[in-house]
């Protein structure tokens, strides 16, 4: 008899518990659709201060607009954190051409790639010679390409459902494809888009000349979809083509940046400390709209959903807005450096920089225990149309906070069409939707509040 009774006061709590998450969530979902601000915030962030390239003016502007907002949030603590950050500049516009035969061109849409060189000041023409991959550099070695343009053209892999997984299967072409090709002489290097369509946008990116001595590097620039499938055909009519490029980038000395922070503070586990978190910076073509001002837009509408349903958290909440995530991670760096030197005590990360497309679900970095805490939780979202509950990377930023107890966590939404955007002139405010971009929030704050309720195992 007392064990019935034990067993049916188990049960009512259970019910209760869970009546009570379903109202909770719901509440998170229905401010988020139908009064949140993060769409407002982003249209500012985008519209009137822009690209937020680390080091820039409009990187300033960008701390400082965020940290008015969190100011105004009635939080318990706001402040900005040092972090110094590289700054490279971009110039004038790129400019480039094939040259089929002497006076005969053809326009191609360019830009440098972020930390490249620039080209000599009257521009650069060479002959050019197409590879798939740095593998195939080292076949073809140096007779085949000294004096060359080195035209890495391998398209992203439009088989995979994971974008992001086809965006991996190509990145090194653009970050070491400059170090690699001037090992053989090179002059410069040309790099297909990382976008999964035919269009006239560059998309630049990160590129590093490893230990390259100075004087060696040469310069790097994307070429558009369009511009390099032109590119290949005129080169398979004729190989002996010429491609001009002009680009005046150049890299400056550090300068002093921030993160920006504001926290909850937890009624009962203040020490335990859980993040949420975009990055601030973003690439200074198009306006950093899905990269990444969707993340910090809904990483601060997280702390906001929770004040605006009068939910008290008993954990410290803390939304982090990442400096230099694009060209060094010096502020995802940072931030691990302090918290791990303050023995801060972080349980949980979760950071949305996937773009602010419809939320999926989350993917998981964590130990089996608590992943299957979190999956315990998958019918609670189900009203919400979030699924997925993967395995899998948390996020660039919260990487660094990585040991063996803390969970982190990314947001995942549907990318089918992030690449069109990312890292170019087409990244900006009319490509975000509003709905979508609230509930990548909501789904945000509801897993945050599941794991400030019931804390990590
Ligand atoms: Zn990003």
Request: with cysteine; glycine share 10%; charged share 20%.
């Amino acid at each position: 008899m007392k064990q019935l009774l034990v067993i049916l006061v188990l049960l009512s709590t259970q019910i209760n518990a869970q009546d009570r998450d379903e109202k909770q969530i719901k509440a998170l979902y229905h401010h988020a659709l139908t009064e949140g601000s993060g769409y407002g915030w982003l249209h500012h962030l985008s519209t009137k201060i822009g690209g937020r390239l680390s080091g820039s003016l409009q990187a300033q502007q960008a701390v400082e607009y965020t940290k008015s907002l969190l100011d105004n949030m009635g939080l318990d603590k706001v402040w900005l954190q040092p972090v110094k950050v590289p700054k490279w500049v971009r110039g004038t516009p790129e400019f480039a051409y094939i040259e089929s035969a002497p006076g005969i061109t053809n326009n191609v849409a360019i830009r440098a790639l972020g930390g490249s060189v620039a080209t000599p000041f009257g521009g650069l023409k060479a002959e050019v010679i197409e590879v798939k991959s740095i593998e195939a550099l080292k076949n073809l070695g140096r007779e085949k390409i000294e004096g060359k343009i080195v035209f890495f053209n391998r398209a992203m892999d439009p088989s995979l459902i994971d974008t992001f997984q086809a965006y991996s299967g190509c990145a090194d072409q653009r970050y070491s494809g400059a170090a690699e090709a001037g090992k053989y002489g090179a002059v410069g290097v040309i790099v297909r888009s990382l976008n999964l369509r035919l269009d006239d946008f560059p998309h630049t990116g990160a590129m590093s000349y490893g230990n390259t001595p100075v004087a060696e590097r040469i310069p790097a620039a994307a070429i558009s979809t369009n511009g390099a499938e032109l590119l290949s055909t005129t080169l398979k009519l004729n190989p002996s083509i010429k491609l001009y490029f002009k680009q005046n980038c150049k890299n400056l000395p550090d300068v002093d940046s921030y993160n920006v922070i504001g926290e909850i503070k937890g009624s009962t586990h203040p020490e335990e400390i859980i993040v949420v978190g975009g990055h601030l910076d973003s690439w200074d073509l198009g306006d950093g709209s899905h990269d990444d001002g969707a993340g910090c837009v809904q990483s601060m509408e997280v702390l906001q959903l929770f004040k605006a349903t009068g939910y008290k958290p008993k954990r410290t909440i803390r939304v982090v807005l990442f400096m230099n995530e694009e060209n060094g991670l010096r502020g995802g760096t940072a931030y691990a450096k302090e918290a791990f030197a303050k023995k801060e005590r972080h349980i949980f990360a979760l950071e949305s920089d996937s773009g602010g497309f419809t939320p999926r679900g989350f993917t998981i970095d964590a130990n089996e225990k608590n992943y299957e805490q979190i999956l315990s939780w998958k019918n609670l979202f189900e009203p919400y149309l979030i699924h997925l509950f993967q395995k899998g990377y948390g996020g660039a930023d919260i990487g660094p906070l990585k040991d063996d107890r803390i969970v982190l966590a990314g947001l995942r939404p549907d990318t089918q069409r992030y690449f069109d955007h990312h890292h170019s002139d087409n990244d900006t405010f009319e490509h975000v939707n509003q709905r979508e971009l609230h509930l990548g929030a909501a789904t945000m704050a509801s897993l945050v509040y599941l794991i400030d309720t019931y804390g990590i195992k």
